[in-house]
């Protein structure tokens, strides 16, 4: 693996004592390129592609000739007034620290609008004749493309079609240069039927290395770490079995509610927005076997063949496996907060559950008989993230009176996705002078051993899209994920949304804004003998 991503996870500082901050990228430049980016008066454009892009221009990471034509349907607007729309955008964006005008004015000098309808063929006319303009100066082999879909997936295949007639997205071999690219925003498809018509009509049209099928959880500094940590270390991978391990919880949990996406999420609930994507790459990374390389193939390769591995999940295993549920009113943060079925856009009687709990297994050799809980809602008590990797207790018990531990804590490694990233193994150790002699009474009590990004680099790690944009543009795909993954993703999904559209809950399970989701969630990891955690 080559590029920026490569670079961060070869870094290895010592983090005993003052550690001397590294300049955070020790990247390589971006090829000479444009950006197009479909749906540029959307959200995603200002809240992270333009903050993303400004980090990567003040870092000097974007090539001299870089230029963005923003394609969006407001035919009133221009070059100037959408320029001064990212730059408010960029003063509101919490990822843009230091605000410098000068870096802004060098960048949107080489930011055009083009006003028109990505799903009619006359549009393609324009952006190429604004293309040819913006690119004059630069030598053919400079004249380097991608494409940003950040559309809804209705309009997805009008687009990748006139993208493929217009010519202005040829099929080529990796090494042509200028090259051509189409980067696709999640969700890939809305069901495994849909994403494998995508995918056939993807590449009919363009060659797989020329499409990046954006999880923006991957560009997050601290999902790559997990295969650094397994990997770059040799003291967790004898461990990293079922002889070692009892469980693994991963977790992703919001404080926000669907905020302006009512509509969206009504089609998508959290299984699609979330589960298929995001938590399925966090179990991947965790369970993968060790690729024979970090080359964008050998990962994807081994990420495949543990999505293939995981269980199904069936009619009969689906009531006692997966939870759903829908945030109720409550208070969060002192202020009164309305229940799902209350939000805009939101049907009165819907059932999009905005809350899961699973639990998968992986039927191979390493993981045979390990859960896999994976969790995740909207409105939880706390916006966290992290792989928490669970070890058996010890085999034989010793302290304490008759041997009674009162309430041990297994060792559990807790790789912090967000915030405060970083990672940490709870163990047992003994109270000071709490007992005469080791075998009676003596108090054992868990410590954290705790490594913190931001304490141990100073710098917080790059936002996810700062990332993700840099690797399209030197041509970087271990990041993102290939047709094969996806559809496999979809494989293990597919099932469980089947079941629930044939069932609807009657009542919809619900549960209280701020808490950590539903009774039922408790339950089923009881039944187990565990109980989740509280990050
Ligand atoms: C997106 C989902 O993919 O991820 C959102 O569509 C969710 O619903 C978001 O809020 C979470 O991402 P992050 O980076 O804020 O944890």
């Known amino acids: 693996m080559t590029g920026p991503s490569a670079a961060h996870m070869k870094t290895t500082p010592r983090i005993s004592g003052q550690y001397d901050p590294v300049p955070r990228r020790n990247a390589q430049q971006a090829d000479p390129c444009t950006m197009v980016i479909f749906g540029a008066t959307g959200d995603l454009t200002k809240r992270k592609l333009f903050p993303a892009l400004y980090q990567l221009a003040a870092e000097h990471l974007l090539a001299p000739h870089f230029a963005v034509l923003a394609v969006g349907r407001d035919a009133a607007e221009t070059d100037a007034t959408f320029r001064e729309k990212m730059r408010e955008a960029l003063h509101e964006s919490d990822e843009v620290k230091h605000f410098d005008e000068q870096i802004w004015e060098s960048l949107s000098a080489r930011v055009f609008y083009a006003g028109g309808d990505a799903t009619a063929s006359d549009a393609y006319t324009l952006i190429k004749a604004r293309l040819d303009g913006i690119e004059e100066h630069r030598s053919e082999e400079e004249r380097n493309r991608f494409f940003y879909l950040a ?27 200028p090259w051509a690219r189409v980067v696709v925003e999640k969700p890939f498809g809305h069901s495994l039927q849909t994403a494998q018509h995508l995918n056939a009509l993807v590449l009919s049209l363009f060659e797989e290395h020329q499409v990046y099928r954006i999880d923006h959880y991957l560009g997050k500094e601290t999902v790559q770490n997990v295969l650094v940590l397994r990997f770059a270390n ?44 995001h938590l399925l790459q966090l179990l991947a990374l965790t369970a993968m076997e060790p690729p024979a390389s970090m080359t964008a193939d050998a990962v994807r390769d081994e990420k495949v063949k543990v999505l293939k591995s995981v269980r199904p999940l069936t009619a009969e295993t689906i009531p006692d496996s997966v939870v759903r549920a829908q945030y109720a009113a409550g208070r969060m943060k002192g202020a009164e907060v309305p229940g799902y079925r209350d939000e805009a856009d939101v ?15 992986i039927d191979n050799w390493r993981w045979q008989g390990v859960p896999f809980y994976l969790r995740s809602g909207k409105r939880m008590a706390k916006r966290a993230s992290e792989i928490a990797v669970q070890f058996h207790t010890p085999p034989h018990r010793m302290f ?13 490694l807790v790789m912090r996705v967000q915030p405060n990233e970083g990672v940490s193994l709870t163990f047992e150790v003994k109270v000071p002078g709490a007992a005469v002699a080791l075998t009676e009474h003596v ?40 047709s094969d993954e996806v559809e496999a993703a979809w494989k293990i999904i597919d099932p469980l949304l089947c079941y629930w559209e044939e069932r609807p809950a009657e009542p919809m399970p619900s549960y209280p804004s701020g808490s950590w989701g539903p009774e039922a969630a408790e339950e089923l990891i009881a039944a187990d003998g565990g109980e989740w955690r509280q990050p």
Do not use: C
């Open 400 to 412: 304490g009176e008759d041997g009674r531990m009162g309430h041990l804590q297994p060792n559990t």
């Open 151 to 177: 559309v809804p997936p209705s309009v997805f295949e009008p687009i990748v079609r006139h993208l493929s007639d217009s010519g202005l997205v040829p099929r080529h071999d990796p090494s042509v240069r």
């Open 347 to 361: 049907a009165p009687d819907s059932q999009s559950p905005t809350y899961a709990a699973a639990r998968f297994y």
């Open 234 to 277: 040799s003291i967790f991978e004898p461990l990293w079995n079922r002889s070692h391990i009892a469980h693994v919880q991963i977790t992703a949990a919001e404080t926000v509610g669907v905020e302006a996406r009512g509509k969206y999420y009504e089609e998508a609930g959290i299984i699609r927005d979330m589960f298929q994507n």
């Open 443 to 482: 108090e054992v009590a868990p410590v954290d051993m705790d490594f913190s990004y931001a304490e141990a680099f100073g710098e917080t790690a790059a936002p996810a899209y700062e990332t993700l944009l840099l690797d399209v543009m030197i041509g970087e795909m271990t990041l993102f994920t290939r």
